[in-house]
């Protein structure tokens, strides 16, 4: 079946520290690959997405996304997280000629101190 | 301009009352949808449109009516409220397809409850 796979529930990072968020899919063919940030109490802000061309991607807010064929990956990066990166993060699939996305069930980030 | 704006925030139902979730966009955006969302489950597609007019069935349609009379406007029916149409609600507005590679911007949110 196709689908699109956050495997991490709930991440808690140091601020500072390094992050990466994982995300996998399932589809035949290589599809458009985004990454959404979710604030408490918001709607989703796109902060990168994969069409084609190079396989890493630079987002705002300091992010970057590469995407691994053959390990349908497209996993989100950060070098030095803030504290006001803490928020749920979700990673969604749109396949060519279909007119909407398909969300993973998304990763909640809390940052320490 | 304000984006895509949402109404109401909060509302709460009780079972077989109805009601329409509001969603406007101001930047001209073709393409509109409505999203749910649910713990542990990310974001559901329920109804989209491609143009003022024209709209079709996402993932879990199944209690819900859309219409797009206007192309700044897709508002979101329950005839029928049901306990399991407890959810938050969104309203996402791209210029075409997500999928194009325009940006999908999404509304704050509506948050349903149906007791």
């Known amino acids: 079946a196709q689908s699109v796979t956050q495997p991490d529930i709930h991440i808690t990072v140091s601020e500072g520290a390094s992050l990466e968020l994982r995300c996998n899919y399932s589809?035949?063919?290589?599809?458009?690959l985004f990454w959404y940030v979710q604030s408490p109490g918001q709607g989703l802000q796109l902060l990168l997405k994969y069409f084609s061309g190079d396989t890493l991607v630079q987002g705002i807010k300091g992010f970057e996304a590469e995407f691994k064929r053959s390990q349908s990956s497209f996993n989100l990066r950060k070098p030095s997280v803030h504290w006001s990166d803490a928020a749920e993060y979700f990673c969604?699939?749109?396949?060519?000629?279909?007119?909407?996305?398909?969300f993973g069930t998304g990763t909640r980030l809390t940052v320490i101190p | 301009n304000a984006g895509v704006t949402q109404t109401p925030k909060f509302q709460v139902l009780k079972t077989g009352q109805s009601m329409t979730l509001q969603c406007a966009q101001d930047?001209?955006?073709?393409?509109m949808s409505w999203y749910r969302q649910d713990p542990g489950m990310g974001l559901r597609l329920i109804h989209y449109?491609?143009?003022?007019?024209?709209?079709d069935q996402g993932e879990v349609p199944n209690g819900y009516n859309v219409s797009r009379s206007t192309t700044e406007d897709f508002p979101l029916r329950l005839l029928s409220a049901a306990p399991s149409q407890t959810s938050v609600y969104f309203c996402?507005?791209?210029?075409?397809?997500?999928?194009?590679?325009?940006?999908?911007?999404f509304g704050p949110g509506t948050r349903l409850t149906v007791l």
């Open positions: 930047m001209n955006h073709e393409y």
């Open positions: 969604a699939v749109g396949l060519t000629g279909a007119n909407n996305l398909f």
């Open positions: 449109s491609v143009g003022a007019g024209i709209t």
């Open positions: 589809y035949g063919a290589t599809p458009y």
């Open positions: 996402a507005s791209s210029l075409r397809s997500p999928t194009s590679g325009d940006t999908q911007y």
